[in-house]
């Protein structure tokens, strides 16, 4: 899967396409979180499958060698893992790391040696050194954490000395096959920043290339709703100034103009990305034929991330076909023509029938895309006027700029359609993706029914309110049981506006899911700084009135404060009440389906709902349900 996934990536013009991170030995093992490794020489076959879908389209292959030290637990393999000391993990498993003694360093070099071996057996073109975001090789480099009195600490010199040593074993199984980088972070946060050029101009001329990232995960991967595009690099282009060998950073780069100032102002010679190339594999080509306005522009939402954390294939809320690359043969820009000249009648121009439209068109097929309101985007439009949201609307105008493109799509605003309307449509297939409007009584996660005693409905809000502009005022309760990051976006945005807000969750943590998007600890932070009060692992009991009664979710102990409006999230309800009078309805059998689509079928992400939209447009007149449940990983056998 993840060698046709990189495939389309060389294909789209990157010049050098990753592994990520892989790991040289068992007791280096990160599951459940997605790792590459090179144990073995089974892992060489996965890997070759790779190296020769990168090369067929002309890229370079590289592998970034990684050893997890304290950060990861080795809880599939049960090998404790090296590090400089004995440290407790720090993802929170009950597990400590073993202190690395002189057995450990020979070991440790011998298993950077031969995986080197196996990914020049693999056909690798560049091989890394893995040495950031607190891993092994990087905590050697961190003054706060390396205390080691021997050979291995102390100053700058020997600090450097494993990973100096690392470079030049790989340099000696490289040769003249492969070119040797660094994976490196810069500490900006330790107490001398000179402490970390002195680190690095021990090393400075050694490798062939420097790839450079924060050493904050939470900065490297941040959100567009904390971290603005190129953030970083005014700080990693300061390393520039010590070395001579090319470098290359990341920095949630998504325009091609942020790109070209980057490179035009020497700040860095290389532009990482992985986001951009997630939400648009063509980003490069696109460049190169001047062709921006067609660009899948990243939203920085960080939904490519959950696949990671959860263990499962990488999704995206710009390009829905990655993933899919290998099971269903989907591809980012070429999409199959239609088998039929059947037309189809779109109802409700929000994510999922924005993507249905234009992947219908693409294919060929007469598209007609009807929306009531006077601006087509849905939930994306709405959303995007939220603070710091803005960039969820690429969602819809990419799309947009699609439609000037494809004669067959006609998009109809202002259009709102009843039940008559669409039996006189002649289009023979009709899609409703009309979304989902939010609750207000209080059903959702935590509460199978609606809450009883919440019978002040003049004060009790849903999200939809507020972002058509109803906003309360005074002492505001924002009761969030979504755990996603709708509910602190509410209540920074009521917070700023001069209310007093309370966020109350049945979660022991604001935006519980950010955890999985790395947003979680900066949601969190956002609004205590912003003032907003927070009253955790708390459920409502009633509010009547004034007085908001509350109940510990563990001891059920009752709390209560007294407010002027509360805002619900907590679930939502399918716009398909149209739907449902439509199929009953005699008439409606002179199409050849109804169907619906994205937050209308079930409520969910926009990535999901644009995902819906592309897979509708591609299967509708297919049954690969057996096919697509057949093929799975899995059952992927490399003789």
């Known amino acids: 899967m993840l060698a046709a996934l990189r495939g389309i990536k060389a294909e789209g013009g990157w010049g050098v396409v990753n592994t990520e991170y892989c790991s040289i030995h068992p007791s280096s093992d990160d599951l459940p979180h997605s790792y590459a490794s090179l144990w073995d020489a089974s892992d060489v076959k996965a890997h070759q499958?790779?190296?020769?879908?990168?090369?067929?389209?002309?890229?370079?292959?590289?592998?970034?060698?990684?050893?997890?030290?304290?950060?990861?637990?080795?809880?599939?393999?049960?090998?404790?893992?090296?590090?400089?000391?004995?440290?407790?993990?720090?993802?929170?498993v009950p597990f400590q790391s073993r202190k690395m003694d002189q057995q450990d360093f020979r070991d440790l070099r011998s298993w950077f040696r031969k995986a080197a071996i196996r990914a020049k057996e693999a056909e690798f073109d560049i091989i890394y050194a893995y040495a950031n975001h607190y891993y092994l090789l990087h905590n050697f480099q961190n003054t706060e954490i390396n205390n080691r009195d021997d050979y291995y600490g102390g100053d700058a010199k020997g600090r450097s000395k494993l990973l100096k040593e690392i470079i030049e074993i790989l340099k000696e199984e490289a040769q003249d096959k492969m070119a040797v980088a660094v994976r490196f972070s810069p500490d900006e946060n330790i107490n001398n920043i000179n402490e970390t050029y002195d680190f690095f101009n021990e090393i400075a001329e050694l490798p062939d290339l420097w790839d450079l990232a924060p050493s904050n995960w939470d900065i490297?991967?941040?959100?567009?709703?904390?971290?603005?595009?190129?953030?970083?690099?005014?700080?990693?282009?300061?390393?520039?100034?010590?070395?001579?060998?090319?470098?290359?950073?990341?920095?949630?780069?998504?325009?091609?103009?942020?790109?070209?100032?980057?490179?035009?102002?020497?700040?860095?010679?290389?532009?990482?990305?992985?986001?951009?190339?997630?939400?648009?594999?063509?980003?490069?080509?696109?460049i190169q034929e001047n062709r921006l306005d067609d660009i899948r522009e990243c939203i920085g939402c960080n939904i490519c991330y959950t696949g990671d954390q959860l263990g499962v294939p990488i999704r995206c809320t710009q390009n829905p076909t990655i993933g899919e690359e290998w099971k269903r043969k989907w591809h980012p820009e070429i999409l199959p023509q239609k088998k039929s000249n059947d037309s189809f009648l779109i109802i409700g121009a929000g994510p999922s029938g924005l993507e249905a439209a234009h992947a219908l068109g693409k294919r060929g097929n007469e598209v007609e895309l009807s929306e009531e309101k006077i601006e087509i985007g849905g939930r994306a439009l709405l959303e995007s006027k939220l603070p710091s949201l803005n960039a969820w609307i690429r969602v819809r105008d990419y799309r947009q700029q699609q439609f000037l493109k494809l004669q067959n799509v006609k998009v109809y605003t202002k259009s709102k359609l009843e039940a008559e309307d669409i039996l006189n449509s002649e289009a023979d297939r009709?899609?409703?993706?009309?979304?989902?409007?939010?609750?207000?009584?209080?059903?959702?996660?935590?509460?199978?029914?609606?809450?009883?005693?919440?019978?002040?409905?003049?004060?009790?809000y849903s999200p939809d309110e507020i972002m058509h502009g109803n906003i309360p005022s005074g002492n505001i309760a924002i009761f969030d049981d979504d755990y996603y990051y709708l509910g602190p976006v509410i209540a920074e945005?009521?917070?700023?506006?001069?209310?007093?807000?309370?966020?109350?969750?049945?979660?022991?943590?604001?935006?519980?899911?950010?955890?999985?998007?790395?947003?979680?600890?900066?949601?969190?932070?956002?609004?205590?700084?912003?003032?907003?009060?927070?009253?955790l692992s708390k459920n409502i009991i009633s509010y009547e009135g004034k007085e908001l009664v509350l109940s510990c979710i563990y001891t059920e102990k009752i709390s209560k404060i007294n407010i002027d409006a509360i805002v619900m999230i907590t679930s939502r309800l399918p716009n398909d009440s149209l739907f449902y009078e439509l199929i009953k309805n005699p008439k409606s059998k002179k199409f050849k389906s109804i169907n619906k689509i994205g937050d209308c079928l079930n409520p969910s992400t926009i990535a999901a709902a644009v995902y819906e939209g592309r897979k509708f447009a591609m299967e509708f007149d297919d049954?690969?349900?057996?096919?697509?449940?057949?093929?799975?990983?899995?059952?992927?056998?490399?003789?």
């Open 493 to 535: 945005l009521l917070q700023k506006k001069g209310n007093q807000v309370t966020y109350i969750s049945t979660s022991a943590a604001v935006c519980e899911f950010g955890n999985f998007t790395s947003e979680q600890f900066n949601y969190q932070k956002s609004l205590i700084e912003t003032g907003v009060k927070l009253e």
């Open 49 to 92: 499958l790779m190296t020769e879908n990168v090369h067929t389209h002309g890229a370079l292959a590289g592998v970034e060698l990684w050893y997890s030290g304290a950060n990861a637990s080795s809880q599939y393999t049960r090998i404790a893992p090296l590090d400089l000391n004995s440290r407790p993990n720090i993802k929170g």
């Open 220 to 286: 490297e991967l941040g959100s567009s709703r904390f971290i603005e595009e190129g953030d970083n690099i005014n700080f990693l282009g300061q390393i520039k100034k010590f070395i001579s060998k090319p470098v290359v950073a990341v920095g949630r780069f998504t325009s091609s103009d942020k790109m070209t100032y980057m490179i035009n102002k020497n700040l860095i010679d290389i532009i990482g990305c992985a986001r951009p190339s997630i939400a648009d594999p063509f980003l490069p080509k696109k």
């Open 430 to 460: 009709i899609i409703f993706a009309t979304g989902s409007k939010w609750r207000s009584d209080g059903f959702g996660r935590s509460n199978t029914q609606p809450i009883k005693k919440l019978n002040n409905k003049k004060n009790t």
């Open 623 to 639: 049954d690969l349900s057996e096919i697509y449940l057949s093929k799975r990983d899995a059952n992927l056998n490399i003789e």
